[in-house]
């Protein structure tokens, strides 16, 4: 056991150490005043949003890029509240597009075609856009002013067919929310990290752009529309196969979108059961290798101590485990709250490193035998 525990420890921290290395070698944009030239098909696919869609909607309409160089595509997922409603209503009070200077705003109903309700709705939109480039974000978001500016100067930079950016959450001041921002810097951590290791595997549909000709040269969605969730995973991971070099992450401050954290424990947990439940059908194996290595190294946390106290291990160990665990977390935590600028999240850093073992694996044995609830459905796993 002493000698599993050393390997998984030395995987981790290999793993960990890294990102950290990769999180740097992954350069700051500066954004500069560049004149815009790439045309974006924005869409938001939505399901009972009434209390977030008109925050978004002002966001959106305080974008600083050229309003006829983008289109906005909102997809209503079956809404039962008056999300539908809010929209039309928003759309009567602007005026009819006399000018260049309007944006073009379409509200369309979801086609479903498969399980997943947020993939037939980004292939409906997909189909509806008429410009090449296509960034999805989620009804309950904010984005920043420069937020098309960033991609504009990113694509005509580098020339990328798919562009990964910046989430984050917005602060709060309960334990629960400080533990959701320091849970969302980890996954933000090793997603930068790993392109900086020219590995990337994942992403986050709340800020996520590719162009439709890739997506459809590798047909959208197909091979995975079986399970609800994964529309930004998935896509990547195809996309990174066929177009290894051409896969950029955006590491920019003014093209950070701004999302909600669960506002229960019991939201949380349905949301990491969503996200635990499309982990099997991953086909890129160093994402694997990373899920398997957090999973066991959290696995050890907790069950070393009781393996100590019935004498079948020496407690040391674990505290040698625990104390290398506990400073590379920190580090790339770190770093990542840094680009961010939210390092308040700090406040709990000991406490959700303690607590988060317990809620990863039992969230991991949950997603073994039990669905979740998403927007107000029931999917099994």
Request: glycine share 4%; proline share 3%.
């Amino acid at each position: 056991m002493v000698i599993l525990s050393i390997c998984i420890t030395v995987l981790y921290l290999g793993l960990m150490l890294s990102f950290i290395f990769g999180f740097d070698k992954v350069k700051d944009f500066v954004l500069n005043d560049t004149e815009a030239k790439t045309k974006f098909s924005i869409v938001v696919p939505f399901r009972n949003e009434a209390e977030n869609l008109s925050q978004l909607l002002k966001s959106l309409n305080a974008l600083e890029y050229p309003k006829h160089l983008f289109e906005i595509i909102l997809v209503d997922d079956a809404s039962e509240d008056n999300s539908v409603e809010i929209v039309k209503n928003l759309l009567d009070t602007i005026p009819t597009k006399t000018e260049i200077t309007q944006t073009d705003i379409y509200l369309i109903k979801n086609q479903r075609a498969s399980n997943s309700p947020k993939k037939d709705a980004i292939t409906t939109a997909v189909q509806h856009a008429k410009y090449e480039w296509i960034i999805t974000t989620d009804a309950d978001c904010i984005l920043p002013q420069y937020w098309l500016d960033s991609f504009d100067a990113s694509i005509q930079n580098k020339n990328p067919v798919c562009v990964v950016a910046p989430v984050t959450y917005f602060e709060g001041n309960s334990f629960l929310s400080r533990f959701q921002l320091l849970d969302l810097f980890s996954l933000q951590g090793v997603t930068i990290g790993a392109f900086g290791i020219k590995k990337p595997f994942l992403c986050n549909g709340a800020n996520f752009g590719y162009t439709r000709t890739v997506f459809q040269n590798v047909n959208g969605f197909e091979g995975n529309s079986n399970i609800s969730s994964g529309d930004d995973v998935f896509l990547l991971e195809k996309i990174v196969k066929t177009h290894p070099k051409e896969v950029l992450y955006l590491k920019c401050e003014k093209a950070i979108v701004s999302t909600k954290p669960q506002t229960t424990w019991g939201e949380l947990i349905q949301q990491h059961i969503r996200w635990a439940a499309k982990t099997s059908a991953y086909k890129n194996w160093f994402g694997k290798c990373v899920g398997i290595s957090v999973f066991l190294m959290n696995l050890f946390i907790l069950v070393l101590p009781i393996l100590a106290f019935l004498s079948l291990f020496n407690i040391k160990v674990w505290v040698y485990v625990l104390v290398i665990k506990l400073n590379v977390d920190f580090l790339l935590l770190y770093k990542t709250s840094a680009f961010f600028g939210q390092r308040h999240a700090f406040k709990s850093f000991l406490t959700s490193f303690f607590v988060y073992p317990f809620f990863s694996i039992y969230v991991a044995v949950l997603s073994l035998f039990k669905g979740y609830t998403w927007k107000e459905r029931s999917f099994k796993r």
